[in-house]
């Protein structure tokens, strides 16, 4: 199965930008990249998803190296609230996915 | 819309007794998910049901079994509760398994 590795954890000062990487080198053709994000007591939310192309949504961007063994989760200015875990996944046709630890995202005010 | 929900909130067992952890979803989602995690940990994978009428296992399923009721519905059972099983539980659901899965609020389970 394929795996991601991302830092333990980051720190940023609030109304600043975020870049979260994430390296998945033994990513296959067809694993969609998936980004999450868990707040202390709740379920993983999802953030944003991507195969090749760079992707926009309302929360972040997500920005896919050209080989697609790395990718970046970019949030444009961060608040005290986008403070959690993140998590960079790869899930596959056949339903198997691995979640690594994530990174721990720490913001200053 | 309710989203996805999951009773019960907590639970205590001892060790040797069952359980079934209920997950409901009302998003008309095909694909349902059971997780656990442990503290400081990422999610692991129990057992998937990738339509209505079939389930398959995860990275980690012994000790557990799953019945998919309906495509709105999909349990998790614990037939011997072991102090190893002691962990938060996540339902999700998606409308196909590359897409966006939908978290429930998770149910805290402690065996002694």
């Known amino acids: 199965d394929a795996k991601t590795t991302q830092p333990n954890s980051m720190e940023s000062n609030e109304e600043e930008p975020v870049h979260l990487p994430c390296n998945h080198s033994?990513?296959?053709?067809?694993?969609?990249i998936h980004w999450y994000r868990q707040l202390p007591s709740q379920g993983p939310e999802y953030v944003i998803h991507?195969?090749?192309?760079?992707v926009n949504n309302r929360m972040a961007s997500l920005a896919i190296a050209e080989d697609r063994k790395s990718s970046t989760l970019i949030l444009h200015r961060a608040t005290l609230r986008d403070a959690a875990v993140y998590y960079c996944i790869l899930i596959d046709s056949n339903y198997q996915l691995i979640w690594g630890a994530g990174t721990k995202l720490i913001i200053k005010p | 819309n309710a989203g996805v929900t999951q009773t019960p909130k907590f639970q205590v067992l001892k060790t040797g007794q069952s359980m079934t952890l209920q997950c409901a979803q009302d998003m008309n989602h095909n694909s349902m998910y059971w997780y656990r995690q442990d503290p400081g940990m990422g999610l692991r994978l129990i057992y998937y049901s990738a339509s209505e009428g079939t389930t398959d296992k995860g990275e980690v399923p012994n000790g557990y079994n799953v019945s998919r009721l309906n495509k709105r519905e999909f349990s998790l059972r614990l037939e011997s509760a072991a102090p190893s099983q002691t962990s938060v539980y996540f339902c999700a659901s998606t409308i196909h398994s590359q897409y966006e899965q939908y978290f429930g609020p998770g149910t805290r389970l402690t065996v002694t």
């Open positions: 991507g195969l090749t192309s760079n």
């Open positions: 033994t990513i296959s053709g067809t694993d969609y």
